[in-house]
């Protein structure tokens, strides 16, 4: 089955820096990843969804990479902001032909002023 | 619609009460799904449903949870007999297609159920 992991499970960052927020699976053979962010309370914003054959993404500040034969994602934040405060979550899709997408247990990040 | 919209946004039911709630998934997309979220806790997958196929409903936690799929696009999520450990965020999400060729899935706000 596959696991999907998140590490750190919490960063606190100063306003401006940039930061890696990194996601691992244990079955390489996924069809694409996306990353979401969802705010306290409420539900999940799809930010980026990268396919297998990419090795890239980038939508303004952010920048999701690729790398399937190490079961590797990372999310690359510019020029944090306060209002990137929230949790951050990888998922990707079930490939056993169960329709389920596997979600990371996320980082919640916190930008401070 | 322009996201997916799930109602109510809240419910506090008492314990032994059936519910329902609602999803109204982007529209056009065959795939609808339902997930759960407990406090501090990760997604739970309920189920699936793509078209006109049969629903996935490996996900269930109990037969008290049932959900259905009208015309191909609303769905409500049924659970009957509320316990407290039924409290959670209830989110759905929708994406243009499904199993194998799996898109971009889009999240609604979710439902906060508590049970008390």
């Known amino acids: 089955k596959q696991e999907v992991t998140q590490i750190p499970a919490a960063l606190s960052v100063p306003e401006g820096e940039n930061l890696v927020l990194n996601c691992s699976f244990t079955?390489?053979?996924?069809?694409?990843l996306q990353w979401f962010r969802q705010d306290p309370g409420k539900g999940l914003t799809s930010l980026l969804l990268i396919q297998s054959s990419q090795r890239e993404q980038t939508s303004g500040r952010l920048n999701a990479s690729l790398d399937k034969s190490s079961g590797r994602s990372t999310l690359y934040i510019a020029a944090s902001q306060p209002g990137d405060s929230a949790t951050y979550l990888c998922a990707v899709p079930d490939q056993t032909g169960a329709n389920n997408l596997f979600f990371g247990t996320g980082t919640r990040l916190t930008v401070i002023p | 619609g322009a996201g997916v919209s799930q109602s109510p946004s809240n419910k506090v039911t008492e314990k032994g009460k059936d519910v329902e709630l609602r999803c109204d998934p982007i529209?056009?997309?065959?795939?609808l799904y339902w997930y759960r979220q407990s406090l501090g806790q990760g997604l739970e997958f309920l189920i699936y449903f793509q078209g006109n196929s049969a629903p996935d409903k490996s996900g269930l936690p109990s037969d008290r949870f049932s959900a259905e799929r009208t015309g191909g696009s609303v769905s409500t999520l049924t659970i009957q007999r509320t316990q407290q450990e039924d409290s959670a965020v209830y989110l759905c999400a929708s994406s243009l297609a499904g199993t194998g060729i799996f898109t971009e899935a889009f999240f609604g706000q979710g439902t906060r159920l508590t049970v008390v």
């Open positions: 079955d390489s053979a996924i069809y694409n």
């Open positions: 529209s056009g997309h065959t795939a």
